[in-house]
């Protein structure tokens, strides 16, 4: 048997990129049993032993997941607002204090370096109170720590890589908040908003051991959850509390592998697969996340004004009959013509069919349209993303 | 089923117990365990004529498509429909219950011993 790995492996600029970094957590997963995979250079779980029982655990209950691997950058100064305006493709300088928001940082050609969560006034261990925290893909630290900086010239602005400094766990699942309120030691700063109060996408400060945890109410798996920035010197007792509250709500730790399903399942772009330095956020179903109605200039607003060439390809889902997935790379056909490829596909683990999300030709004949799997076509219809939304 | 010992194997991570002029063929738990898993498995049909070394089967889970290579040339007797119907057996019980298929073959070629497959996976 060979092994064809569909496993999504980040970009990454060679000469910078580190490799076997190891999490904080690397020893309590070893203990735990996981198996790992190399993603953007970190050693990181990529199951505890079975992928699709961590998928539906995340569905049903609860899922940890460790993302250490993430990059963390803090923007302070006067012109924080505005320099991220400029820098990136939201209006950031519309975000309430302890909101976050999901944005791009596009280059001047309109194509995308990276995706990212951008929290403001988020209250991180060992600094305190910053202005935002920048969340980045592990592969793209390394493109998106300089392109900020090279932006911040004219900003009386301090952009500071924190990546080695903090850790992230994520509890995922709809039990995420009662385990969460049930940790030993983990307690909300007075003035700081409640878990029951947080709504999605907003935040929150709490204080774990001798230092603040920073929480959002954010995640990347459709379902509610919580993500965690904690100093790395109290990554493991955290984790380890965390999943001594979450033993009577069905808590598993959960890997790449399943964090992948999910995300997909949910419809939720992967760096790499759906996004890249030659995909305009238009194709990519993300047009609303480019604010062009925000006032001044900001990189790539040009080249999003005028949008992506005639007849550029867009992101569309995808499901077939079956069980055989179609995967990244497969090309898509109406009759004998290839009229698109799959950036991502797999067996949906909680819908039970094949979904993929492809880019596709606009004018393509959507009634016609077949994946070839390994050599055999199979028929595909065009849903809309999502494919899975959790009931509210 | 046979102990692992007793069983020979491929440099393809698949395991391979003779018995008379039948090999029964399954992949080992190192191969299960690197594809997580198993969601789909495609297998040859009965009678099917297998050329060694060619990919006669699928065996795919959430994030990878493992091929089945035949480890021999020959005759399928039989693909084992219980593993089509629940792939789960493969990662459960890899070396038993997961065997993949039974192939008559007429001359066996050169594999490798526990000890050396042992050796091929702790590199």
Avoid: C
């Avoid at chain 1, 961590?54 to 924080?80: C, K, L, N």
């Avoid at chain 1, 600094?127 to 004219?154: D, I, K």
């Avoid at chain 1, 995300?263 to 992967?270: F, K």
């Amino acid at each position: 048997m060979t092994e064809g790995e569909f496993y999504p492996q980040p970009s990454r600029s060679q000469e910078n990129s580190l490799t076997d970094r190891f999490s904080p957590l690397h020893d309590i997963h070893v203990a735990g049993g996981a198996s790992f995979t190399d993603f953007a250079g970190w050693q990181m779980p990529v199951s505890y032993g079975s992928d699709l029982a961590e998928h539906h655990a995340v569905r049903t209950a609860a899922g940890i997941f460790d993302i250490s691997h993430m990059a963390e950058i803090q923007v302070t100064g006067p012109d924080a607002a505005a320099f991220l305006d400029f820098a990136l493709a939201g209006k950031i300088s519309a975000v309430k204090p302890m909101q976050a928001k999901y944005s791009l940082l596009l280059t001047a050609e309109g194509g995308i370096i990276d995706d990212l969560v951008v929290y403001a006034n988020g209250a991180v261990s060992s600094t305190g109170t910053v202005e935002y925290l920048v969340v980045a893909n592990a592969g793209n630290r390394f493109a998106v720590v300089p392109a900020l900086q090279e932006r911040a010239a004219s900003f009386d602005v301090e952009v500071t890589d924190l990546s080695d400094t903090i850790s992230l766990i994520a509890v995922q699942g709809p039990n995420s908040r009662a385990i969460l309120e049930a940790t030993d030691g983990l307690v909300i700063l007075d003035g700081q908003t409640q878990l029951d109060e947080l709504k999605y996408y907003w935040s929150t400060g709490a204080t774990f051991a001798e230092g603040t945890v920073f929480i959002g109410r954010t995640g990347y798996t459709g379902e509610d959850g919580f993500e965690l920035y904690v100093d790395v010197a109290d990554a493991a007792s955290l984790w380890q509390a965390l999943i001594a509250a979450g033993a009577d709500h069905g808590l598993v730790p959960a890997g790449l592998a399943s964090r992948d399903t999910l995300r997909l399942e949910a419809g939720m772009p992967l760096y790499g697969h759906e996004l890249g330095l030659d995909t305009f956020p238009a194709q990519a179903g993300l047009g609303r996340v480019v604010a062009l109605t925000k006032e001044g200039d900001f990189v790539g607003r040009a080249a999003a004004e005028a949008g992506p060439a005639a007849g550029a390809r867009v992101l569309k889902g995808l499901t077939t009959e079956g069980r055989r997935a179609g995967r990244a790379d497969y090309l898509v056909f109406s009759g004998d013509t290839e009229v698109g490829v799959i950036t991502s596909g797999a067996l949906s683990p909680t819908l039970g069919y094949p979904i993929a999300m492809a880019y596709i030709d606009p004018d393509a004949d959507e009634s016609t349209l077949t994946i070839d799997v390994r050599g055999t076509r199979i028929a595909a219809s065009v849903v809309p993303l999502p494919f899975y939304k959790r009931e509210a | 089923m046979a102990e692992q010992s007793e069983l020979q194997y491929t440099a393809e991570h698949e395991w391979v117990l003779v018995e008379g002029d039948v090999a029964t063929v399954g992949i080992t738990a190192y191969a299960a365990d690197k594809l997580g898993d198993v969601v789909y498995v495609d297998l040859p049909k009965t009678d099917a004529t297998l050329a060694e070394g060619s990919i006669v089967g699928e065996i795919e889970s959430t994030k990878s498509v493992g091929e089945l290579f035949a480890p021999v040339n020959g005759t399928v007797v039989e693909a084992n429909e219980a593993v089509v119907a629940d792939p789960s057996i493969v990662n459960s019980d890899p070396f038993g219950d997961g065997w993949l298929i039974k192939v008559r073959f007429t001359e066996l070629p050169a594999l490798l011993s526990f000890a050396e497959y042992s050796a091929l996976v702790a590199e």
